[in-house]
C-alpha cells in the first residue's frame, strides 16, 4: 500500500492499494472518530459491485450505514440528485460529525463531496473512488460540484476530504473504454511533470491495457500520479497558479467534448487535445520533433487518439467561451520536454496562429 499525504487547508492521508475495500471502515473510524452515521453515495454500477463490502466494514466499525445510490452517468450530475442526498441525512438526523462517504467514479466523488460541503454548512467526506480517473484526479484537491443545463461543473464548492480510499482491484471491473479515457490522465501527469512515471509507462507500452491485470505496476501508477497531483495542489490549492497545468490537453480537449455535446468521453478529447498541442508546439520550435514522437507514441500504445477533425478557429472560438478564461488571454498549457510545462498566456489571434501552425 502507498500512502501519500496531502497538506492542502485540511491535511489528510490517500491509501492507494490491494484490497483495501475490506477494511474501509477502520480507516473511516480512524478518521472520523465520533461519527455515529454514515451515508454511502454510490450508483447503479458500482453498488452492486462493492457497496456490500464497504457496509460490512463501516458496521464492524460501529457506523450505522445510510444508503443513496443514483442512477449511474453524468447526467444524474444534478441537484436533484444532492437533494436527495439532503433529504436522506435529513431524515435520518445526521449532526455535523457524521460522515459522507463517495462510492465510485468522479460524477460520485463530486457529488458526495458537494453534498457533505453544504450539509449543515459542512460535514466530512471520505473519498473512495473506483475509477482510473477518480482516483487519479476527480477524488484528490477537494474539487467538488454538479452541472447545470447551460454547462459541466458550474456549481460547486472546495471541499478537502478526511481520506481518500484507493482499491486498485476496483479497476478490474471497469469497462474497457473507460479505463483507457483514465490512461488520457495518467500521461498527462508524466508529460507535464513526472518522467519516473513517463519511464514506467513507455517500458509498459507493448502491453497496452493491458496493464490493468497488474496490480503491483497499477498500484505504482496510480500512487505517482497520486503523488503528483497532491504536489500541485499543496503548492495551489485554489487553482490560482501552478494548477492550472493539470489542463495541459484540456483548452482544446474540453471544446472538442462541448463541440461533440458530450457524446465523445472526457479522456479522449483530453488525448486528442494534447497531441493537437504537441503538434503546434514542434511547429513553433518549442519542442524537438523526436520528443514529440515519442510523446505521440506513448498516448496512441494506450489506445487513445492524438487527432481530431476540429478547426482551430472553432477550437479558439470554443476556448474564449470556456470558463477558464480570464479576461481576454487564455492560459495554454505547453510541454516543452517530457516532465515539464510550462503555462504561456495567449490573446486569441495568437493562439490561432499557434493552432493553425500545428495544423500545416
Ligand atoms: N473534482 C475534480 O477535480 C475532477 C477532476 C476530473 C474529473 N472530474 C469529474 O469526474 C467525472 C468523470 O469521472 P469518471 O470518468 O470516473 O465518471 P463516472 O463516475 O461516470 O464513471 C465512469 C463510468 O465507470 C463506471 N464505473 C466506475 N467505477 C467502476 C468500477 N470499478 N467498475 C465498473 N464500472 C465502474 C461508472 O458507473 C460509469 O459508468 C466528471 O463529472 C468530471 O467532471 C472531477
Ligand atoms: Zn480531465
Redesign the pocket.
Known sequence: MIRTQVRASKTYEVLTGSGLLASSGKIMREVSPDSQKILIVS?T??AP??LQTVRASAEENGFEVHEYVYD???KS?NINSIAGMWGVMAQAGFTRTDLVVAL???????MAGFAASTFLRGINVVQIP??L??MV??SV?G??GIDLPEG??QVGAFWQPSAVIEDTD??K???DE?FT??MAEVIKYAFIMDTKLYELLDGNASRGIGIRDDEELMERIVGMCVADKADVIMNDEFDNGRRQTLNYGHTVGHVIEKNSNFTKP?GICVAKGMGIIIESCVAEGSLDVTEASRMLGLICAYGLPVEDDITPEKAVEGAMNDKKKRGSTLSVILVNRIGRSEIRKMDPDRFLKFLKAGKD
Open positions: 450508483e454500477n458500482v459491485l462493492y449511474a452517468g453524468e450530475k465510485g467514479g468522479g460524477v460520485t466523488g463530486d473506483t475509477s480517473l477518480a484526479d476527480a484537491g474539487k467538488t459541466k461543473n476496483c479497476l471491473t471497469l469497462p473507460v479515457e483514465g472526457h
